[in-house]
C-alpha cells in the first residue's frame, strides 16, 4: 500500500525562489563579461598584487636557492617553507582562504584577523614542532587526532566516527574513486567542525564545548555521508537508469517530508549496496533532522532540497544535447555550489546572518568554476555537461555561448570589489588561488597543452592575456596548505589501501603454509591407540588465526632476511605453544569453554586427562622444534630456547594472575600487567625470537618488546569487548563467557565505553614505541590496526 506523505516544504516554491537569485546574480555577472567592465579593474588588481609574487630580476639571483622542495613530500616542503621563511605567509593565506570560503568570514574584520592570526600560530607550532620518524603525517594521522579529540573530552565520538568512516569506504562500490570519495568526507566533517568552534563564544564551558564538538562530529558525518552516497554515487554511474530514478524518489520524498521512506523490495542488481546506504543515510538524516531548532527546520528542509535539485537538474543534461542557454548552464552551477556550503550552517542549526549568507552566496560559483576547469578533461570524458565541457564542444558553432574562463575572471572581480569591498587582503588571498590553480594545471597537463589550453579560452584584451601567462610563470609564493594536504591525504589513503591488500593477502598466504606444516605424525611404535597425537592434530585443525607465526614469520623472512626454510620450526614451535595456552585455558578448572576456534574443545571431544597431557606434549614439541633450527649458530639458539623456556613460564603465571582475579575488582596498572602475561608476551615471543635469531642489538629489542606490550594490551581489550559485542558466528565461540565464570576484565571493571578508551589509549602507546624502531614498520601497523579492528 502507497502512503501518500505530507510535504513539509513547498518544493518548487522554494526552488523557485533560489533560482531567481541565482539568475539576477548571473545577470550581473553576464553584463560584466559583455560589457568588459570588469577587466580594468582586475588588470589593475594583478599589477597591485604581482609586487608580492615577482621577485626583481637582479635581486632574484641573489636569493634564489638551488631547486625547491617536492610538495610530494608534506613534512619536507613544511620544513623547507619554515626555512626559507615562509611557512607564517604561507599557513596565513591559506587559513584566510578556508575562512572566507568554509566560514564566510570577511577578511577585512579586525576580529576575524585576529582569529586566523591564532590559528596560524597554533598550526605552525604543531607543523614545526611534531618529534619522531613519523613527522610526515604530523597532526593528521590518527594517533594524533585521537589525543586531540581525547584533550577536548570526545575521545568516543572520535572511535565513533573512524569505525563509521571504516564502514563507508568497504561499502564504496568500483566504478567510484573511493580515496576522493573518503578526502570528500573527511573534509567535510572538518568544515562542520571549523563552523562549530568559530560559532562558540570563548567562555564557554569545556562541557559545552565538548557537547557541542560531539554533535558537530556526528552532524559532519551525517551530512558529509551525501557526498559518497548521492552525489559520487549517481554521477558514477553505478546504478542503473531505473535504479537511480527509484534512489531520486527516495531522496526528494524523505527532503519534502522529513520523513525516510522504508525502502522496500529493491528489484536492480545493488540491493545490498542499496540497503547499506538506505540504513545509514536514514539514520543520518534523522540525526540531523532531530537536532534542528524549531525556527530553522524548514530552512534546512529548502536549501536541502535545493542542494539536491539543482545537481539533479544539472545531472539529467546531455552533451549531445546543444540548445541549453548560458542560464540553463550556469544557473544550477550557482545553486549547488554555494547551497552546499550554505547548507553547513543549517545543519548546525546557527543563528541567522545575512551578510555571511551573501558572501558564501557570491563566493560559491568561484569554487566551482575552479573545480570545474580542473576537471573538464575527465568531465568530457565522462560525458558530463559542465559550463567548460559545454563551450568545448559547441564553441565553435555557438557564438552566444559566454567563455567560461572569462565569467570565472569576472568572479573573481566581483568578489574583490562588489562582495568583500576591494579589501586588500581578499584580493590577495583570491588572486594567489587563482594564480595557483593555474600554475597547478600547467604542471600536470604540460606546457604544450597548457598553451593550447589558454589559447582556447583566451579572453580580454592581448595586454591582459601577456600579464595573466607572465604570472603563471613567474608568480611565486601563491600554493596554498590545504591543496597540500588533499594530496597528501590522497597519497597516504591510496597508500594505505595497496598495503592493507598487501597485508591481507600475506596474512592468508602465509596461514595457509603454516597450516600445512602443523600436523604432528604419530611414532607410537606400540598397540596402543596414540590418543594424543590424535588429541594434538584435533586442536591444531581449529580455524585460529595464526597471528603469532605469521607475526614471526614477517619479522623474520621479510625485516631479517632469514631463510624461510631455515625458520620453519621456529613457526611451528609458536603455534605449538600458543595452542596449548588455549588447551590449558579452556579446561574446566579454568575457563571452562565448550568452544573453541568454531567447533567443540578438546576436553569435551576426549576428556580432562587427556586435555591436560596434550597441553604438555605441545609444549614439549614447541621446544623440540625450537632444536631444529641448525642453520643457526648454536649459542643463538641456545639464547633462544632461554628466553623462550622464560617466557612459557610467564604465561604460566599470566594464567594464574588470571584465576586469582576472579571476582575481584583490579586496578588498570593491575588489568595491564594481566593482559600482558595472559597475552603481549606471546606477541613478544614472535617479534623477539626471530630478532634473536638475527642477532638484533639490545635497543632494537627493547623497541619491539615495548611495542609488544601494548599491542598485547590492546589485543586483549578487543577479546573482552567481542565477549559482550562481538558476533558468536564471527567469533567461533559463544559470548559472555567472562561474565559466566566472573572473570575480571576490561570490560567489568571500566564498562564498555571505558575499555574502548583503554585499548585506543594502548594502540597510541603502542604506535609511540614503533616510532624508535629503526626497522620498516609497515606489516606491524597494519598488524596493530587488525588487532583493534578484527571480528574475532
Known amino acids: 500500500m502507497n502512503i501518500q506523505l505530507n510535504s513539509i516544504i513547498n518544493a518548487d516554491e522554494c526552488y523557485r525562489q533560489a533560482n531567481q537569485k541565482a539568475a539576477q546574480y ?28 615577482v621577485n626583481n630580476p637582479i635581486l632574484s639571483l641573489f636569493t634564489k636557492t638551488k631547486g625547491n622542495a617536492d610538495t610530494k613530500d608534506f613534512n619536507h616542503y613544511i620544513q623547507y617553507l619554515n626555512y626559507r621563511g615562509k611557512l607564517d605567509s604561507y599557513l596565513n593565506r591559506s587559513i584566510s582562504y578556508i575562512f572566507l570560503r568554509d566560514l564566510g568570514k570577511s577578511l577585512d574584520s579586525h576580529e576575524t584577523q585576529d582569529r586566523i592570526s591564532d590559528v596560524v600560530s597554533s598550526l605552525k607550532d604543531k607543523l614545526t614542532n611534531s618529534s619522531g620518524e613519523d613527522k610526515e603525517a604530523q597532526a593528521f594521522n590518527v594517533v594524533e587526532l585521537y589525543r586531540m579529540a581525547k584533550k577536548e573530552n570526545v575521545e568516543l565520538t572520535y572511535i565513533w566516527l573512524i569505525n563509521k568512516l571504516k564502514q563507508v569506504s568497504k561499502h564504496i562500490p568500483k566504478g567510484m574513486d573511493a580515496e576522493h570519495a573518503q578526502r570528500k568526507l573527511v573534509k567535510i566533517i572538518a568544515g562542520v567542525i571549523m563552523q562549530e568552534i568559530e560559532e562558540m563564544d570563548s567562555d564557554v564551558s569545556p562541557e559545552e564545548r565538548s557537547k557541542r564538538l560531539d554533535k558537530a562530529i556526528r552532524l559532519g558525518y551525517s551530512y ?113 555550489a554555494s547551497s552546499s556550503r550554505l547548507i553547513v550552517r543549517s545543519v548546525l542549526s546557527t543563528s541567522d546572518n545575512q551578510e555571511m549568507d551573501d558572501r558564501t552566496f557570491f563566493y ?96 580580454g584584451t592581448p595586454g591582459f592575456n601577456k600579464l595573466l601567462q607572465k604570472m603563471v610563470r613567474k608568480a611565486d609564493d601563491v600554493d596554498f596548505f590545504d591543496k597540500l594536504l588533499r594530496d597528501h591525504m590522497i597519497t597516504v589513503l591510496k597508500s594505505e589501501s ?45 580455524d585460529g588465526k595464526r597471528l603469532r607465526p605469521i607475526v614471526a614469520w614477517f619479522m623474520g623472512v621479510k625485516i631479517y632476511k632469514l631463510d624461510e626454510a631455515s625458520i620453519a620450526p621456529l613457526l611451528k614451535s609458536l603455534e605449538y605453544l600458543h595452542t596449548a595456552s588455549l588447551i590449558f585455558d579452556d579446561l574446566p578448572a579454568q575457563d571452562n569453554a565448550p568452544i573453541r576456534r568454531g567447533r567443540s574443545t578438546l576436553h569435551e571431544v576426549y576428556n580432562v586427562a587427556v586435555a591436560e597431557l596434550t597441553g604438555l606434549f605441545l609444549t614439549q614439541k614447541a621446544i623440540e622444534e625450537q632444536t631444529n633450527l641448525k642453520q643457526f649458530d648454536a649459542n643463538t639458539v641456545l639464547q633462544m630456547i632461554q628466553y623462550s623456556s622464560h617466557t612459557i613460564a610467564e604465561m604460566c603465571k599470566g594464567q594464574a594472575m588470571d584465576l586469582d582475579s576472579k571476582n575481584r ?15 603481549g608476551i606471546g606477541f613478544e615471543a614472535a617479534l623477539i625470537m626471530p630478532a634473536i635469531l638475527a642477532k638484533a642489538n639490545e635497543q632494537e629489542i627493547a623497541a619491539l618488546k615495548k611495542f609488544a606490550r601494548y599491542a598485547g594490551i590492546a589485543f586483549q581489550i578487543k577479546d573482552d569487548l567481542l565477549d559482550v559485542e562481538g558476533d558468536a558466528e564471527i567469533l567461533g565461540k559463544g559470548l559472555g563467557r567472562d561474565a559466566e565464570n566472573n572473570s575480571t576484565t576490561f570490560v567489568s571493571i571500566m564498562g564498555q565505553e571505558g575499555a574502548t578508551i583503554e585499548m585506543w589509549d594502548n594502540y597510541c602507546l603502542a604506535m609511540d614505541a614503533l616510532q624508535n624502531v629503526s626497522i620498516d614498520t609497515t606489516f606491524l601497523k597494519h598488524f596493530l590496526n587488525y588487532l583493534i579492528n578484527r571480528e574475532h
Open 665 to 679: 575488582t583490579l586496578t588498570r596498572e593491575q588489568l595491564n600487567t594481566l593482559s600482558f602475561y595472559k597475552t
Open 224 to 336: 558529509g555521508l551525501t557526498y559518497p552516497f548521492i552525489d559520487d554515487l549517481l554521477d558514477a554511474k553505478i546504478l542503473s537508469n531505473e535504479e537511480e530514478k527509484q534512489y531520486a524518489n527516495l531522496i526528494r520524498t524523505t527532503l519534502t517530508t522529513g520523513i525516510v521512506p522504508v525502502l522496500g523490495e529493491w528489484l536492480g542488481e545493488n540491493a545490498e549496496l542499496i540497503t547499506y546506504i538506505h540504513q545509514e543515510l536514514g539514520e543520518a538524516f534523522q540525526y540531523i533532522e532531530q537536532n534542528q531548532r524549531p525556527e530553522t527546520r524548514k530552512k534546512f528542509f529548502e536549501q536541502a532540497y535545493v542542494f539536491f535539485h539543482s545537481q539533479e537538474v544539472d545531472r539529467d543534461k546531455n552533451l549531445m544535447d546543444s540548445s541549453y542557454t548560458n542560464q540553463e548552464l550556469y544557473i544550477p552551477v550557482i545553486l549547488k
Open 26 to 53: 548571473f545577470d550581473e555577472l553576464h553584463i560584466q563579461v559583455k560589457e568588459k567592465t570588469y577587466l580594468p579593474l582586475l588588470t589593475e588588481d594583478i599589477r597591485i598584487w604581482k609586487s608580492n609574487h
Open 498 to 542: 595497496k598495503e592493507r591488500e598487501d597485508f591481507s593477502n600475506t596474512i592468508k598466504i602465509v596461514r595457509n603454509e603454516i597450516n600445512e606444516t602443523l600436523s604432528i605424525t604419530s611414532s607410537n611404535n606400540t598397540d596402543f591407540e596414540d590418543s594424543i597425537t590424535e588429541a594434538t592434530n584435533y586442536s591444531l585443525e581449529g
Open 364 to 459: 560559491g560559483i568561484y569554487n566551482q568554476l575552479s573545480d570545474d576547469f580542473a576537471d573538464m578533461f575527465e568531465d568530457m570524458k565522462d560525458g558530463a555537461v559542465t559550463p567548460y565541457t559545454y563551450y568545448l564542444k559547441y564553441h565553435k558553432e555557438r557564438s552566444d555561448l559566454i567563455n567560461p574562463f572569462e565569467l570565472y575572471w569576472a568572479v573573481i572581480s566581483n568578489l574583490i570589489h562588489n562582495v568583500y569591498h576591494s579589501d586588500e587582503q581578499t584580493r590577495e588571498v583570491i588572486l594567489d588561488r587563482a594564480i595557483n590553480g593555474l600554475k597547478r594545471l600547467k604542471k600536470r597537463v604540460g606546457k604544450s597543452k597548457y598553451k593550447e589550453i589558454m589559447d582556447l579560452f583566451r579572453f
